[in-house]
T-cell receptor
Framework: GENVEQHPSTLSVQEGDSAVIKCTYS??????FPWYKQELGKGPQLIIDIRSNVGEKKDQRIAVTLNKTAKHFSLHITETQPEDSAVYFCAASNPLNYNQGGKLIFGQGTELSVKP | NAGVTQTPKFQVLKTGQSMTLQCAQDMNHEYMSWYRQDPGMGLRLIHYSVGAGITDQGEVPNGYNVSRSTTEDFPLRLLSAAPSQTSVYFC???????????FGAGTRLSVL
């Protein structure tokens, strides 16, 4: 079945360094790839997303890249700050699952820790 | 803006008990979903709804029931709780099938 693998499961960086989280998906028909940030005790919140007609998208310190041939996409956070510490989830969606509107397959999550 | 509201935030049940997790959204979203979150497994889809009166099963539906009588509400029912249902449950909604999903704050459930 559909699957999304996410690595690493934990990541620790110094404040100001960059962080990279990678995901690989199995369903080649997937065309929507969101990234969610989950702070302690809260629900996931969308931070950036990308669709398959775009190879890269950037929003201030956050960027996402997509390689459809290799079926993987990555989240890049530059100039990390302590408030970036959270669990990050990638996800993939196949629009051909028409009647399953918005169905997302999530990765396992990455716990990012930014040390001051 | 309330967004997606889940109640209760915490719940402890005994094996065999039943309960309903409530989810309400005030954004007039057609699509609503329930996920469970377990350590190392990300979020897994339990049930979803594409509109009032329409529901369907997700990846892990066993032991759970849902209904969607209104656009706003999408309750999740545990008919006979089991320890394997100990988890954090999230409700999400989106305007359309290709739109951003908004999550509630979650319900942390323990079944003893």
């Amino acid at each position: 079945g559909e699957n999304v693998e996410q690595h690493p499961s934990t990541l620790s960086v110094q404040e100001g360094d960059s962080a990279v989280i990678k995901c690989t998906y199995s369903d080649s028909a997937s065309n929507y790839f969101p990234w969610y940030k989950q702070e302690l005790g809260k629900g996931p919140q969308l931070i950036i997303d990308i669709r398959s007609n775009v190879g890269e998208k950037k929003d201030q310190r956050i960027a996402v890249t997509l390689n459809k041939t290799a079926k993987h996409f990555s989240l890049h956070i530059t100039e990390t700050q302590p408030e970036d510490s959270a669990v990050y989830f990638c996800a993939a969606s196949n629009p051909l699952n028409y009647n399953q509107g918005g169905k997302l397959i999530f990765g396992q999550g990455t716990e990012l820790s930014v040390k001051p | 803006n309330a967004g997606v509201t889940q109640t209760p935030k915490f719940q402890v049940l005994k094996t065999g008990q039943s309960m309903t997790l409530q989810c309400a959204q005030d954004m007039n979203h057609e699509y609503m979903s329930w996920y469970r979150q377990d350590p190392g497994m990300g979020l897994r889809l339990i049930h979803y709804s594409v509109g009032a009166g329409i529901t369907d099963q997700g990846e892990v539906p066993n032991g759970y029931n849902v209904s969607r009588s209104t656009t706003e509400d999408f309750p999740l029912r545990l008919l006979s709780a089991a320890p394997s249902q100990t988890s954090v449950y999230f409700c999400a909604s989106s305007y359309s099938r290709d739109d951003i999903q908004y999550f509630g704050a979650g319900t942390r459930l323990s079944v003893l």
